[in-house]
């Protein structure tokens, strides 16, 4: 018996996407295929914050948020310079960047707007979107000197119909590792003033940046703040991937509208929301260790990848993910992953599912440890080197 009948049009047209979530790990793998790091927990002070809280008797409804999380996230978020004029109805308690980026379209996308992404782009984003009865329109980024891919405003400008509803940015970005400049994200707030559309921002890996560039919020710009929609996390910044916390920001007149959205199951328990103030307001040495641990993975191994034979690889601007051309090989992205398995057990993701731009090229997530990393380096030279 066929159940597509009894599906939601856009589900049953959608294209399955390879996920890093729920994966099954061969015995003796070195896993550099999702973001989560697993060799690092949620820090005891937090935890110890989420046991008081529940103690105290905050496990019940938190329906609208929590008003003293939601004012500790718009002073952590001012340290960017970008200044929240009303927290409490501009910043929505949700639980993470996902469930962020559902809101964001359930709110504003009709069946057959037009969403803008540039390519190559997180795997997740197109699902979404396809799901509200959105069009997915790609704008490829271009690559500069050093290979980095970078937003093209030129190609941007020529996806903009009487249709686009919608752009969507993740910055810094997954899986590029790109910054975007203050310039490229005022020429994007002109096009989105002009053309009359959204920008919604997925800011998530905010906290690693390495070329000491600033993060800048394009909700900061004029004429932007009810045009943005920010989408945050706790999941990567404090590794609460499996904790569930995050947030949107966005200007007084548009959050009313996206709280309308009927999705009781994103609600964050109190507790959790009380551990997260915690967290803003004692976590920056905690993060200081992510940040030079991520570091030092990113530089040594984007350099070792760049040495050897058949791959070139940048230094990312941010992030903890490389982004190495491997199609000098011979070999596609998907038959280098199926085999570098095969021959030597490390497992990363092919491009492939990041876009057009994601031929010839691999994802890697460096959250492991360095000794494993190190390992991994050897493992994939050795097989290029085979090949």
Known sequence: MSVERFL???????????????????????????????????????????????????????????????????????????TVEDP???VIINSGGSTGIFQAFAATINPGDEVILFDPTYSAYPNVIQYFGGKVVKSLMYDDDGGLPRPDIEALKAAITDRTKALLVCN????????????????????????????????IYQEFIWNDKPH?????????????????????????????????????NLTPYINRVPLSLGLVSGAFQRAGIVALKEGEE??????????????????????????????????????????????????????????ENVMVRPGDGYGVKGKGHVRIALVTPMDALVEAMDKIERFVKKL
């Open 8 to 82: 939601n049009k856009n589900l049953a047209e959608m294209v399955p996407r390879r996920t890093s979530r729920g994966y099954v790990i061969p015995p003796g793998s070195i896993v550099l295929y999702g973001g989560d790091p697993r060799d690092v927990n949620q820090p005891k002070f937090i935890a110890d914050a989420v046991y008081k809280a529940m103690l105290e008797g905050y496990t019940h409804y938190e329906m609208a948020g929590v008003p003293e999380f939601k004012r500790a996230i718009a002073e952590y978020y001012s340290k960017f310079g970008a």
């Open 88 to 90: 409490v109805k501009q």
């Open 172 to 203: 810094p970005d997954n899986p590029t590792g790109c910054v975007f400049t203050e310039g490229e994200l005022r020429a994007i707030a002109d096009l989105a003033v002009e053309h009359d559309f959204i920008v919604v921002s997925d800011e």
């Open 216 to 252: 800048f919020p394009i909700i900061s710009l004029p004429d932007m703040a009810d045009r943005t929609i920010v989408i945050m996390s706790f999941s990567k910044t404090y590794v609460w991937t499996g904790c569930r916390v995050g947030c949107i920001i966005s200007g007084p």
């Open 286 to 343: 905690f993060v200081e260790y992510l940040r030079n641990r991520y570091r030092d993975a990113v530089e040594y191994c984007s350099k070792r990848l760049d040495e050897m034979p058949s791959i070139s690889c940048y230094m990312p601007e941010a992030t903890f993910y490389l982004w190495p051309d491997i199609s000098a090989t011979g070999l596609g992205e998907v038959d280098f992953c199926s085999k570098l398995m095969e021959a």
